[in-house]
């Protein structure tokens, strides 16, 4: 294990308040030779209307080719749910988690998609790619 992970193991159970608080953790990817992607789902996304102040949800899902390390995953819980006292646009959030993951991670690729509950009628996705060159066509489904 990796002596930079402090939340792996730990019972603790402060939740960080915002986005700019939490951190993102890393250890060391052990296949780097390999070309494979890593598949996460976060249902339960919440974070605030900044306008209405209402709560907003949605499934975030996140799908990245590793290079040189990979996102612990209860660092990334903390990270996402620290989104719930924000108030952010859908789209925002969804590139404030690509660049946060990118600044982490540095990964060969990188797609974020947030499935945001319907409000007012309308469903909303938001999708963002990484390397921005290879966003068109690039989605959470294809392998």
Request: a negative charge; aromatic letters at 10%.
């Amino acid at each position: 294990m990796s002596d930079s992970l402090t939340l792996l193991g730990n019972s603790q159970t402060r939740w960080p308040q915002s986005p700019d608080e939490a951190k993102l953790e890393t250890f060391p990817n052990r296949s780097p030779q390999n070309r494979y992607w890593v598949h996460l789902d976060f249902p339960e996304f919440s974070s605030l209307c900044p306008v209405t102040g209402q709560p907003d949800t949605a499934r975030l899902q996140i799908r990245y080719i590793p290079d040189e390390v990979c996102v612990e995953t209860k660092s990334l819980k903390f990270y996402l749910t620290s989104f719930r006292n924000t108030a952010s646009f859908n789209e925002e959030i969804v590139n404030r988690v690509l660049a946060d993951l990118i600044a982490a991670l540095k990964p060969k690729k990188l797609v974020v998609r947030g499935d945001f509950s319907p409000r007012g009628g309308i469903s909303l996705t938001a999708q963002a790619s990484y390397p921005e060159s290879e966003w068109v066509g690039l989605s959470i489904d294809e392998s």
